[in-house]
């Protein structure tokens, strides 16, 4: 079990440096790589190690914002759902979402008002429309309170957050970007038109040059611009902690519901996998992105509240399995309730001495890919290319099949593999999409997937894990690249941290031997 790690040592000289392994770095490095920029990525952590593995999972328009009059974010948001759905569909798939309706939070003509606009701003939209739908217990209105009769139903998608920013990160790698995670920027100064970084890891420090630098490290930005000497006109981020649990599946189904809360906000029911429900968002200010990320009691009793006034079945918070925190860094645009604040992009420019640094501020999962573009519309003058935008109309490894073709894929894998569990293909196509078949290989019994970890997790897929996506530690192999951690007892879990740890031993070992001789 060998980690793909690059070596910094074989090129030190870039175009373009990155500062931040999640969805925003990852998308721009993907984009910058394709059009022939000589690309450095780099993480302090792991890749998708804070906010973009913290979401709420959604590739959405974001109907609430239409509330704060963020048209223009709602109708790009909605253009880049169907761009989404198209470029991985492995990873993005159709969801429905059923709002309950309660004529004391919202009226009626409000709430069809708002659903039409969503349903025909952003351009040609593949999901089905919004429409009036009743609540009947085993259909929309399965687990909620018989009371409860009438509601809205309307489209968008969902996303194994984690996972698409892998996906970008091999696509940018394919394309010739050098990618590393666990790698810390020092320090960076402006020397003759160019940055001298100094980048660290646990094997070493070394220095490394780029006319661009992009600072994209969302709720350390502002740390970066320190460490940068940047100015960037009084920009500030604001860090507001979004919190989720999941339950055991809460109703039948695969549709979700969007629960109107008495202060305005909104939390979501979705259907999480395969046995569970994830419950959130939380939007909590705080001061310091190195705080600990997690999910505080009055969260919990939060989020309890606002899912308890509308379920059949109160979930107490016994019923929890897990729970997550992610930091928003979000721009400062000066309003003062955190569900309020703009979750639009902003991108700041520092061009002194000729050396360009670029801050992103901000920005949406649903999002990404335009903010990429973006980015480097903004950086031509700078970065000599080779090609114009291209990410579009291209697939994400793993999705080079249409999405009305799904179901027929997953029947042809299952039927070129007919002694492997059907639910075991459906979980890893859910991860690897067409990819599955590389990582199966000539494979085609339990037996040959080595050891069995519990929660579908084989060694084969370990192993294909670190070799392929920058897995290195236990956390990014059980909550990042996959779930499974959530599948699995805690002696499950901790029996794969053991054996985990003494193979890395074992391949360091080995790999030191094989230099040696």
């Not at 100064?189 to 006319?211: D, F, I, M, P, Y």
Request: hydrophobic share 40%; net charge neutral.
């Amino acid at each position: 079990m060998a980690a793909s790690a690059p070596n910094l040592a074989n090129q030190t000289d870039f175009d373009l440096l990155i500062v931040g392994g999640g969805i925003n770095g990852a998308g721009i490095a993907r984009d910058a790589a394709g059009r022939g920029i000589r690309t450095l990525l780099v993480d302090q952590g792991d890749f998708a190690g804070a906010t973009s593995s913290a979401s709420t999972k959604l590739i959405h328009g974001g109907l609430r914002y239409l509330e704060h009059y963020e048209f223009r974010l709602v109708a790009e948001s909605l253009a880049e759902r169907e761009v989404m759905l198209r470029i991985a569909p492995h990873l993005v798939t159709p969801l429905r979402f059923v709002m309950p309706h309660v004529p004391t939070l919202r009226p009626t003509w409000m709430i069809r008002a708002g659903l039409w606009l969503y349903d025909h701003i952003g351009g040609a939209h593949s999901l089905p429309g919004s429409t009036d739908v009743r609540l009947d217990p085993d259909g929309f209105g399965a687990g909620l309170k018989p009371e409860m009769k009438h509601g809205f139903a309307y489209s968008d998608a969902r996303v194994d957050d984690a996972r698409l920013v892998i996906a970008n990160l091999r696509s940018a790698a394919d394309q010739g970007a050098t990618v590393c995670s666990r790698t810390r920027l020092v320090a960076a100064r402006r020397n003759a038109g160019v940055w001298r970084a100094t980048l660290e890891s646990a094997e070493s420090q070394r220095e490394v040059s780029a006319r661009v630098l992009v600072n994209a490290a969302g709720p350390w930005v502002d740390k970066v611009v320190e460490r940068t000497g940047g100015t960037m006109n009084n920009a500030r981020v604001r860090l507001v902690k979004g919190s989720h649990i999941i339950v055991p599946r809460i109703h039948a189904g695969e549709h979700a519901y969007l629960l109107q809360n008495t202060d305005q906000r909104i939390v979501f029911v979705i259907p999480y996998l395969d046995h569970w429900s994830l419950i959130g968002t939380t939007d909590v200010p705080i001061e310091q992105a190195d705080q600990p990320w997690e999910i505080a009691p009055a969260e919990i009793r939060y989020l309890l509240k606002a899912a308890n006034r509308y379920l059949a079945r109160p979930i107490a918070e016994s019923d929890i399995v897990w729970s997550f925190a992610g930091i928003r860094p979000l721009y400062d645009d000066g309003h003062g309730d955190p569900a309020a604040i703009t979750r639009d992009y902003t991108l700041k420019l520092d061009d002194r001495d000729g050396a360009v640094e670029l801050a992103v501020f901000g920005g949406k999962l649903t999002t990404y890919r335009k903010l990429a573009e973006t980015v480097l519309e903004r950086l031509t003058p700078w970065l000599n290319t080779v090609r114009g935008p291209w990410t579009a109309d291209t697939t994400l490894p793993g999705g080079d099949f249409d999405l009305t073709q799904r179901a027929a894929v997953l029947c042809d894998l299952c039927g070129d593999y007919p002694r492997l569990p059907p639910a075991l293909l459906h979980a890893m196509f859910g991860r690897h999409g067409t990819l599955t078949r590389t990582l199966l290989g000539e494979a085609r019994t339990l037996a040959d997937l080595g050891q069995d970890f519990g929660g579908d997790l084989f060694q084969r897929e370990v192993d294909y894990l670190v070799q392929n996506e920058w897995g290195t530690n236990v956390e990014d192999i059980l909550w990042r690249r996959t779930k499974t951690g959530l599948a699995m007892t805690p002696v499950q879990r901790a029996a794969f941290a053991g054996w985990f740890v003494s193979h890395a031993q074992l391949s360091e070992h080995a790999t030191t031997r094989r230099i040696s001789a």
